[in-house]
């Protein structure tokens, strides 16, 4: 059994949609960003960053894994799903995986305090991020004109970027003129588990308390 510890964030949904995918037996302990319970000793023991999403592997004498790629990575490598065994494409996959973490994710991130959290509005950082956030949502255009997906095959990769992606409208960023990307979104949103996994957890940080959550993760 994996014991996940999350909040409806796109990296909390990340994990509960891939557990999904993976048709896996888990349970969910949401964590209130907005009081800070990931700040609390017990979470630090799990996560010393702080941060979620967190899951506990009981099956594997209660494994812990913290960082949103390093939990995609290991629940694929544990199941042998949603990655490709051949090295190249395998290669490929993490790449675009990498792409998330590094880049996708981030850049939004940044987009979305400068704009909505921060205490007086800053209008070139707001349009920094956003810009750059832009330039590599093009990046994702580009390769999903030449693929269905981004590793060629739906992965952990299409999971990690659509869960940013799908939030441009939060961040301030039009989608416009790039009609594969589109497409794209379109296409993971219909999954079953994709929808299944979205609404995990279903207790805490709905839309009346998105603001006081994202406060919460500036602190």
Known sequence: MIELLTAATPNGRK???ALEE??????????????????????????PNGRIPVIIDHDARDFVV???GAILLYLAQKTG?????????RSVALQWL?????????MMGQANVFARYAPEPIPWAIDRYRRESRRLFEVLETRLQQVEYLAGEYS???????????????????IEGLPALQRWL????????????YDVP?????????EATGRALIR
């Open 15 to 17: 994990i509960s949609i």
């Open 22 to 47: 993976l048709a896996l037996p888990y349970s969910v302990r949401a964590i209130d960003l907005a009081r800070l319970e990931q700040r609390e000793p017990w979470f630090l023991a799990l996560n």
């Open 66 to 68: 913290f960082e949103s």
């Open 81 to 89: 799903r949603l990655l490709p065994h051949e090295p190249h494409a």
């Open 98 to 106: 990498f792409f998330q973490v590094g880049g996708v994710g981030p």
């Open 156 to 174: 952990i990769a299409d999971i990690a970027n659509w869960c940013w992606v799908r939030t441009h409208r939060w961040s301030g960023v039009e």
């Open 186 to 197: 379109e296409a993971i949103k219909a999954r079953p588990a994709v929808v299944a996994g």
């Open 202 to 210: 279903q207790v805490l940080q709905r839309a009346a308390d998105v």
